[in-house]
């Protein structure tokens, strides 16, 4: 186990140890396993030849957005597939459930159509909106709202509590642990997201992190110092919201509130 664990780390370590190493230390052969002496020179290049801050915040502004926008939707839509009381409701999830089998790839040239049509391509409307529920959330969350008591919720009913007061201060306290992996994944998620922001936008100062790291290769020739120094800055607030959210993660997934 301690073994593929260190096999598991390996990359990330040689993703900081490259990002780390000169030009002359990463192509030298043999490889070094630990190049020496290391230096900061691909990340003053960087934060000095691209604006790196202004994609991180765009990347964090987006992220956030989108995150809180699919707790609030996946969360109500969940709730109505799992306690809601309306003919047709198995039958609406499953149709719904369905659209998962649809390439996220398939779903681009209808998408940038209707973005076009709104005149809202090169904005962040463009990268929120189409984000903004998944239903792959809505299952998440709907399978362990399943789980929550409905007798307990309809003695809130009894004592006067009305469906927003239920969902508001009921099912949203309960629903917490599958509530935090939701809200990891989908950060993680939006956070990587590469393809639909390269085709939305073509301002410099709009692009997300991903997309603005791409622009530093060159035609024929590219820098991997500076490229991993910025994969370096891209991949440290997911480590640390993993590393803060894992609690809320394994219990998302693996376990559910209170019994039926």
Known sequence: MSVWALLGLFPLYWLFDTALSSPQAFVSIPPRIVPFPWTWQNFVYLFHSAPIWRWFGNSLFVSTVVTLGNLVFDAMAAYAFSKGRFRGRDTLFWVVLSTMMIPAEATLVPQFFVM?????????????????????????????????????????????????????????????????????????????????????????????????????????????????????????????????????????????????
């Open 116 to 260: 076009s049509r709104l005149h809202l391509l090169n904005t962040y409307w463009a990268l929120i909106l189409p984000a903004l529920g998944r239903v792959w959330g809505v299952f998440l969350l709907r399978q362990y709202m399943q789980t929550l008591s409905t007798e307990f919720f309809d003695a809130a009913r009894v004592d006067g509590a009305g469906e927003w007061t239920v969902f508001w201060k009921l099912v949203v306290p309960l629903s917490t642990p599958a509530l935090g992996a939701l809200g990891l994944l989908t950060f993680v998620a939006n956070w990587n997201d590469f393809i639909w922001p390269l085709i939305a936008l073509n301002s410099t100062q709009l692009f997300t992190l991903p997309v603005g790291l791409s622009t530093l290769q060159q035609q024929y020739y590219t820098n991997y110092g500076y490229v991993l120094a910025g994969g370096v800055i891209t991949a440290i607030p997911t480590i640390l919201i993993f590393l803060l959210g894992q609690r809320f993660f394994v219990r998302g997934l693996t376990t559910g509130g209170i019994k039926n």
